[in-house]
Nanobody, 121 residues
Framework: VQLQASGGGLVQTGGPLRLSCAAS????????MAWYRQAPGKQRELVAS???????TYHESVKGRFTISRDVAKRTADLQATSLKVEDTGVYYC????????????????WGKGTQVTVSS
């Protein structure tokens, strides 16, 4: 499975940003698509995730500002970020948890390479 992320860059405080992730490769289904981020000197943390059924989960710090959306058929997940803060700066990673085949006993996780988001004051 390959994950192609796009949309990172430099944005001013309070501005919007949209990240997109597209998954490709032979899999039976994608259970979860998510965005993580890692700020300098900090551990990677979950920003937002969405299950195949559309259940979304958000980090407390982005609730009300970020929205994750997902197209199951296209295997894409977008993260719409608004009211960005300096503390949103970091490398954002696309993540998927997939079922390789219909008969797979366990799911497999994949990570994208990451895209830099820098919020300037």
């Amino acid at each position: 499975v390959q994950l192609q992320a796009s949309g990172g860059g430099l944005v001013q405080t309070g501005g919007p940003l949209r990240l997109s992730c597209a998954a490709s490769g032979p899999v039976h289904s994608i259970a979860v698509m998510a965005w993580y981020r890692q700020a300098p000197g900090k551990q990677r943390e979950l920003v937002a995730s969405m299950t195949r059924r559309g259940i979304a989960t958000y980090h407390e710090s982005v609730k009300g500002r970020f929205t994750i959306s997902r197209d199951v058929a296209k295997r894409t997940a977008d993260l719409q970020a608004t009211s960005l803060k300096v503390e949103d700066t970091g490398v954002y990673y696309c993540f998927v948890d997939v079922w390789p085949t219909r008969h797979s006993a366990r799911s497999v996780e994949y990570w994208g390479k990451g895209t830099q988001v820098t919020v300037s004051s």
